[in-house]
Nanobody, 127 residues
């Protein structure tokens, strides 16, 4: 069993920045690709970004590409999401998730491909 705990969410003004984290425990973190998803009220869970187990491969949703950066520290068992130039459209609960990596370039983007989920951290962007 892998436990994922997000932190760092909060209230930020439009145009501002925020960095959220996800601490993993329970299993070997470096065996897993890691993703960030978000869910706004009344909407489905949306893919944000994913990083391969080594960190060599990343992919982003079009809506965040160029503004958000996903990274990981396998020595610290921690996943990060740096969010810059935030807009009110980025307001949502942000969830990290892990997917056992079949290969070094594995970067799943579908929620159903993930094995474990955190409880989420709220990011609210005010205008």
């Amino acid at each position: 069993q892998m436990k994922l705990v997000e932190s760092g969410g909060g209230l930020v003004q439009s145009g501002g920045s925020l960095k959220i984290s996800c601490a993993a425990s329970g299993v070997l973190f470096s065996n897993y690709a890691m993703g960030w998803f978000r869910q706004a009220p009344g909407k489905g869970r949306e893919f944000v970004a994913v990083i391969s187990w080594s960190g060599a491969y990343t992919e982003y949703a079009k809506s965040v590409k160029g503004r958000f950066t996903i990274s990981r520290d396998n020595a610290e068992n921690t996943l990060y999401l740096q969010m810059n130039n935030l807009t009110t459209e980025d307001t949502a609960g942000y969830y990290c998730a892990s997917s056992y990596a079949a290969n070094s370039y594995y970067t799943p983007k579908v929620p159903g491909d993930y094995d474990y989920w955190g409880q989420g951290t709220q990011v609210t962007v005010s205008s």
